[in-house]
């Protein structure tokens, strides 16, 4: 599920850009199982000779859609962290959910249909080093801050309030109830979170 390579000149990462963008529109309108190799190229103009020439079959450019979406992601919270190091608690959850938020948002259909993908690939470890980044995020500003926090176990609470979080949000992402607002979601897990980490 690797690139046979990576492309070095211009011309050669456009076309490769424009391989992805065509398997991304082609995975959010039909689905991982009616993508093929022979689509991607069709959709992307170019043959399938230059296709094969970096991606040797779907599973491989799927793979790429999903490591550069991992790489966004980690980006967006890496530098989302740092600034929120000093910050207080009620503060830092708030934005922490707001950036989740707009992470599941900023990749919509593309991200619900990759993680599809993953989980028949089998190249879940990807998606889940984005969980993982963000929990270990979360935990060292935690530690930074145990006077604001009342649980005993911050490893326990932090599973308990990452899972269920990530879990709502992408429910109300991918399949809107209708009743709740933006921002109504992010008040009432910001009140369970937070109601979690302070209970005495």
């Given at each position: 599920?690797?690139p046979r390579?990576?492309?070095?000149?211009q011309?050669?990462?456009?076309?490769?850009?424009?391989?992805?963008?065509?398997?991304?529109?082609?995975l959010?309108e039909?689905?991982?199982?009616s993508?093929?190799t022979?689509?991607?190229a069709?959709?992307?103009g170019?043959?399938?000779?230059?296709l094969?020439q970096?991606?040797?079959n779907?599973?491989?450019?799927?793979?790429?859609?999903?490591r550069?979406?991992?790489?966004?992601?980690t980006?967006?919270?890496?530098?989302?962290?740092?600034g929120?190091?000093?910050?207080?608690?009620?503060?830092?959850?708030?934005?922490?959910?707001?950036?989740?938020?707009?992470?599941v948002?900023?990749?919509?259909?593309?991200?619900?249909?990759?993680?599809?993908?993953?989980?028949?690939m089998?190249?879940?470890?990807?998606i889940?080093?984005?969980?993982?980044?963000?929990?270990?995020?979360?935990r060292?500003?935690?530690m930074?801050?145990?006077?604001?926090?009342?649980?005993?176990?911050?490893d326990?609470?932090i599973?308990?309030t990452?899972?269920a979080?990530?879990f709502v949000?992408?429910?109300?992402?991918f399949?809107?109830p209708?009743?709740?607002?933006?921002?109504?979601?992010?008040?009432?897990?910001y009140?369970?979170i937070?109601?979690?980490?302070?209970?005495?």
């Open positions: 599920m690797e390579k990576r492309p070095r000149q011309r050669s990462k456009r076309m490769v850009e424009s391989i992805l963008a065509a398997a991304a529109k082609i959010i039909d689905g991982y199982e993508l093929s022979g689509q991607v069709k959709r992307a170019v043959s399938i000779g230059s094969y970096y991606f040797p779907k599973e491989a450019i799927i793979a790429e859609l999903v550069k979406l991992t790489i966004d992601a980006t967006a919270v890496s530098a989302n962290m740092d929120l190091a000093d910050r207080p608690l009620e503060e830092a959850v708030r934005a922490m959910l707001t950036m989740v938020v707009g992470l948002e900023q990749h919509g259909d593309l991200g619900r249909e990759l993680l599809i993908a993953a989980q028949q089998g190249v879940l470890p990807g889940r080093m984005v969980e993982q980044r963000i929990s270990e995020a979360g060292r500003y935690l930074r801050h145990r006077d604001e926090v009342r649980v005993q176990d911050i326990q609470a599973f308990v990452f899972n979080a990530v949000i992408f429910r109300s992402v399949a809107p209708g009743f709740m607002t933006r921002q109504q979601l992010i008040d009432e897990l009140r369970m937070i109601g979690h980490l302070t209970r005495s």
